[in-house]
């Protein structure tokens, strides 16, 4: 279509507008006076050195990261429950010396050869370098309180703790171990669910992982699953939501499909405090909420109830 009838005063204006460019960088450079740099910032700001204080989220109390770190990372002021990683996770439930990893050496294929904005392959690579970690979860065998376990605990720094099949293969792992001998498992989920980069591979998880569980538990050995913040969708459908014991840490987000996604399809009003640990308490999904710093000791008073001899 011909728009030149329109005339640019009908909308207020006679002129043209200048046109804005930036300045010439040929003229810029060879301008003879030097306009010296000045310091964006004073020298003593940046004497401070960075991520030395954590703001808490719920009650914004300044908490120094040291003190936050010998807390297990629970705000000492509101008792916030930060994220923890797996490995100081692991050294703060078992007895000194007595963890040893089973299948670390695991690591994806990318067997889809995935490729979106950036590869899966480059994403696994930078969560490596960021993490330490080669996947999503460390598994292993250790003693809390005497209590010999097997134990998987998920990081959410890695890819958002997704189940991909190296999570998947190496909880599975674990369990068998656990079911030839014959000792408890405990599993430890912090995760947003299946790795959608591996597509329907980590879907098979689900079923891989909830199988081997079955042969655990027809064994009579307990399994315990403790859900941290947050616990979400395939990882909430397969073992995390099938423990003999459901535990989670206070106020993390529990749930199968988000709060928007249940919200925009029911067309409902969600009530208060909906998808976490309290919540769900309530509705007996979970069976106990347990802080941090207590559930070492509530956890070998649980196996200990549960029949697991300290040794
Ligand atoms: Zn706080």
Known sequence: ?????????????????????????????????????????????????????????????????????????????????????????????????????????????????????????????????????????????????????????????????????????????IIEHATSKKIPVIIFSSSGGARMYEGMLSLMQMAKTCGALAYHSQKNLPYISVLTNPTMAGVMASYAGVGDLILAEPEATIGFAGRRVIKDTTQAELPDGFQTSEFLLDRGLIDSIIPRKEMKDRLSYFLEFLGSKAK
Not at 19 to 37: D, G, L
């Open 1 to 173: 279509m011909d728009f030149s009838f329109f005339k640019k005063s009908w909308f207020g204006s006679d002129k043209d507008a200048p046109a804005v460019t930036p300045p010439n960088q040929a003229t810029t450079e060879t301008s003879f006076v030097k306009v010296p740099k000045l310091p964006t910032s004073s020298p003593k700001k940046n004497n401070i050195p960075k991520g030395m204080w954590v703001k808490c989220p719920k009650c914004s109390r300044l908490v120094y990261d040291k003190d936050l770190d010998e807390n297990l990372k629970v705000c000492p002021g509101c008792a916030h429950h930060f994220p923890l990683d797996a490995w100081s996770r692991i050294f703060s439930l078992v007895d000194e010396n007595s963890f040893q990893e089973l299948n670390g050496q695991l690591t994806s294929k990318d067997p889809l050869g995935f490729k979106a904005v950036d590869s899966y392959k480059n994403k696994l690579q930078k969560n490596q370098k960021k993490t330490g970690m080669l996947d999503a979860v460390v598994t292993g065998v250790g003693k809390i309180n005497k209590h010999k376990v097997a134990l998987g605990v998920m990081d959410f720094r890695f890819l958002g703790g997704s189940m991909g099949s190296v999570v998947g293969e190496k909880l599975t792992r």
